[in-house]
């Protein structure tokens, strides 16, 4: 058993997977003890590690496999002269056989069991949910049929879980938080699973993607795995994620370097006041302003539209330099086009999509190729020619070019920005609580740094001029994904634990280091 360190790659598995590994792990086990007696003794020591000194043990448990791991750590936690109460729910159910086994000697033993919630209990006491775990309905497969009214079997088993997270004590989740599908991270025909908040969560056999994106990481709390001795089986079955993991790959800085050697990007966006009364100016100056910082060599900002207008606006710092659209030159260097681009950048996207070697688009180009199937399909064709591509959608902007709802996007973030990249035919940033980085031919990743304190206007700009910044430095389109959403995330962690003041979107562009400046 683990800790989960986010600064090591994991591989995360579906439910589907998880089950596939499971058999294969049944298949084995011989004399040795079985795998749900494995999964309960983990659970006991983890729960004594965490709360050594409670004054009882609450275990609850469901009617499956997971109600079993509970009651095989009710079991050890009694036999280590712990107190332990047992809350079983609907004892007359029929249980699979080994969870039977394990019922009928936590019976023998004497140890407490009720078939009701207890009305209360005393703070320090430790509660441990096993009520479901991955065998949520339906947790396989997210679709918008799952939203229907729940049976009224479910509906009390929601009256149990509320009434678990509600009693005020910490909470250590077998596997995974009940009601939490372990494959999207959304709360599923839950009446309000916003409140359900484990302190620790074991995870057991694997890792998976649920407990790493949309409110998986807020419900889950610490998070711990424990492979059950299955950790070899995993390499005969694809994952279908991996959690991020920080891969700086950017060359070592040599002395004799100038500053071509670390590569060009162009801002363009940023739409004029004049144009609508709605000036975005400052997009394009935090997307340069993290480009700088990144250690790009240098850095243009193309503000639109570019013409007479252009005046009214000049870069925030002075490293910064201005270009008309027309004299930039789009084969050379990195292109983050579309922050702050409001309907001026539909003008330029165009030439922007046909040209550009390396592009990033973000923000409102992104609205512009929902709207426009011709740009769709010059985004389409970059692909053909070997042209570089990231988008970086927020789940609206993603429901726009998906045609569908942000509710949808966020009920499988994993699979919207698969469907986007296989439809675009490029690298996708699905931005929000765990990010997911897709590309067709590369297992997705989730991304496990950043906290809510990204949820501010311009932070997007900033991830935008950064991705911009480690393209211009040499990673494939891919790779640049991936090492900015992380460091990006990175920063505001690091800016979370420092307990300074609010972090702005200027100040997590300054913050952010390039490879002139980063430890070597």
Same mark, same amino acid.
């Given at each position: 058993m683990k800790k989960i360190n986010w600064q090591e790659p994991l591989a995360l598995f579906d439910v589907a997977q998880t089950r596939q590994l499971e058999s294969l792990g049944l298949a084995r086990v011989n004399s040795g003890p079985s795998l749900m007696a494995q999964a309960g003794l983990a659970v006991a020591k983890l729960a004594l590690a965490i709360k050594p000194f409670a004054p009882c043990y609450w275990v609850f448990c469901g009617p499956g496999h997971n109600g079993g791991d509970g009651l095989e750590a009710a079991k050890h936690l009694h036999e280590w002269g712990r *107190?332990?109460?047992?809350?079983?729910?609907?004892?007359?159910?029929?249980? !699979? =056989?080994?969870?039977?086994? &394990?019922? +009928?000697?936590?019976?023998?033993?004497?140890?407490?069991?009720?078939?009701?919630?207890?009305?209360?209990?005393?703070?320090?006491?430790?509660?441990?949910?096993?009520?479901?775990?991955?065998?949520?309905?339906?947790?396989?497969?997210?679709?918008?049929?799952?939203?229907?009214?729940?049976?009224?079997?479910e509906t009390l088993m929601q009256t149990w879980i509320d009434g678990l997270y509600q009693l005020g004590a910490d909470v250590l989740a077998v596997d995974v938080p009940s009601g939490l599908n372990a494959n999207t991270g959304q709360f599923q025909n839950m009446s309000n699973g916003l409140h359900i908040q484990a302190k620790h969560t074991l995870q057991l056999l694997t890792a998976k993607p649920g407990c790493?994106?949309?409110?998986?990481?807020?419900?889950?709390?610490?998070?711990?795995? *424990?492979?059950?001795?299955?950790?070899?089986?995993?390499?005969?079955?694809? !994952? =279908?994620?991996?959690?991020? &993991?920080? +891969?700086?790959?950017?060359?070592?800085?040599?002395?004799?370097?100038?500053?071509?050697?670390?590569?060009?990007?162009?801002?363009?966006?940023?739409?004029?006041?004049?144009?609508?009364?709605?000036?975005?100016?400052?997009?394009?100056?935090?997307?340069?302003?993290?480009?700088?910082?990144?250690?790009?060599?240098?850095?243009?900002?193309?503000?639109?539209?570019?013409?007479?207008?252009?005046?009214?606006?000049?870069?925030?710092?002075?490293?910064v330099m201005q270009r008309n659209f027309a004299a930039l030159n789009l084969k050379a260097g990195t292109i983050v086009c579309g922050c702050g681009g409001g309907e001026a950048v539909r003008q330029v996207l165009p030439k922007v999509l046909q040209e550009s070697v390396h592009l990033i688009l973000d923000a409102d180009a992104l609205n512009a190729i929902s709207k426009d199937p011709w740009l769709r399909d010059l985004l389409r064709l970059r692909a053909t020619k070997k042209l570089s591509t990231v988008i970086t959608p927020h789940p609206l902007e993603a429901a726009r070019l998906l045609n569908t709802s942000s509710t949808e996007v966020q009920n499988d973030r994993l699979f919207a920005a698969q469907t986007l990249a296989e439809d675009l035919k490029c690298t996708v940033v699905l931005k929000g609580s765990g990010t997911v980085i897709a590309k067709t031919g590369q297992t997705s990743i989730i991304n496990p740094t950043g906290n809510a304190g990204l949820a501010t206007g311009g932070t997007g700009d900033v991830l935008a001029g950064l991705l911009g910044a480690r393209m211009a430095q040499g990673l494939s389109d891919f790779e640049a994904a991936c090492a900015a959403v992380f460091e990006h995330g990175q920063v505001a962690d690091d800016w979370r634990f420092s307990r300074l003041p609010t972090l702005t979107a200027g100040k997590l562009a300054e913050l952010i280091r390039g490879p002139q400046t980063a430890s070597w």
């Open positions: *107190e332990v109460r047992v809350v079983l729910w609907q004892p007359e159910l029929k249980r !699979p =056989a080994d969870a039977a086994k &394990a019922l +009928a000697c936590v019976n023998a033993l004497g140890i407490a069991v009720q078939a009701t919630l207890p009305d209360e209990l005393d703070l320090n006491d430790l509660c441990i949910d096993a009520m479901l775990g991955i065998g949520l309905r339906s947790t396989a497969t997210a679709t918008t049929t799952e939203s229907a009214s729940p049976s009224p079997f790493f994106t949309a409110h998986g990481r807020d419900a889950c709390g610490t998070q711990w795995l *424990e492979t059950l001795g299955c950790e070899d089986l995993q390499k005969s079955v694809t !994952p =279908a994620a991996q959690l991020n &993991a920080p +891969a700086r790959k950017v060359s070592k800085p040599l002395h004799a370097s100038h500053k071509g050697s670390f590569g060009d990007v162009a801002i363009v966006g940023g739409e004029s006041v004049a144009l609508r009364g709605m000036g975005m100016s400052g997009a394009v100056d935090l997307a340069a302003s993290a480009a700088l910082h990144a250690g790009a060599g240098r850095v243009m900002a193309c503000y639109l539209p570019s013409d007479s207008n252009s005046a009214l606006h000049t870069p925030v710092l002075a490293e």
